[in-house]
Each structure stands twice: as C-alpha cells, then as structure tokens.
C-alpha cells in the first residue's frame, strides 16, 4: 500500500500514471476481498471477491500494455491516451468505495479527466467555443420572434 515515508505527487492528469499506481491499487483491492476470497465456494461472496480481483487484474494488464506505447516522456497516440484514462479510472472506480480506508491513497487515486495541462486548456478553449456559439443561437432564435 502506501508507504508513509515516500512522497509521491498528487495526481492530476492521465500523462502522470504510472504502472506502480496502478500495481498499488490492484494490491490494495486484493487485501480488501481477502475475507470474501475465502468465503464458502460459490457463494456471492466469494464469487463478488473474485469479480473484483479479475477486473483490477484486466485493468491492470491493459495499463501496463498501453503505458508501453507512452514514449519516455510519457507522450502517447491519442488512442493509448484514451485506453490509459479510461483503464485508470475504471480501476479508480473500484477502489473509491475504501476511500475513507487509512491505505487509500487520496493524492494518487483519484480520476484523471485530462492528459496533461495543454490537453485540459484545448478542451476548456473547445467548451468554451460551443457555449459561445450556444448563446449567440439562442440570442438569435430570441429575435426571430
């Protein structure tokens, strides 16, 4: 889990994960439905443990793949940069219900909406554009009556 004594950077955008992010989250997933892991077998229990575990492996998996594909800079095809936010999150995602848990990592597990700080301003600037043109129809649609 995490180590009390490392400092780690908060995470903000997908270009900052890293595999041992996400290697933490699936360790952290696998401690928290150990006790169900065990349950008798077939029941839900045992059987929802083992949902859990398979997806945080799946996910996992398709992070180290596509975190391959970032180059040293951790500069990536758009393609990989989608597979890479949304694999994060989706792990995010299992791991938020123990946010209140003393392992969780607050400043590392958190969902990532941007790839990096440029990426956020062109999608701020594209949003920006639409509502723009948004009002100016409904201003427009406003004197055509």
Request: aromatic residues 8%; hydrophobic residues 35%.
């Amino acid at each position: 889990m995490v180590d009390p004594g490392e400092e780690r950077p908060a995470l903000y955008y997908g270009k900052e994960i890293n595999i041992g992010d996400a290697e933490r989250i699936e360790s952290f997933l696998t401690a928290r439905t150990a006790r169900l892991a065990r349950a008798d077998r077939g029941s839900d229990e045992r059987q929802l443990a083992r949902s859990v575990r398979s997806a945080a492996v799946h996910l996992v998996t398709t992070l180290q793949h596509s975190l391959s594909y970032a180059g040293p800079d951790n500069d990536a095809p758009t393609k990989v940069r989608v597979e890479i936010s949304v694999s994060w999150n989706a792990l995010w995602a299992l791991a938020n219900p123990w946010q209140w848990h003393d392992e969780y990592d607050h400043d590392r597990w958190r969902p990532v909406k941007y790839w990096d700080a440029s990426h956020r301003v062109e999608i701020e600037n594209i949003l920006s554009d639409a509502f723009a043109k948004r009002r100016l129809l409904d201003t427009s649609e406003d004197d055509d009556e």
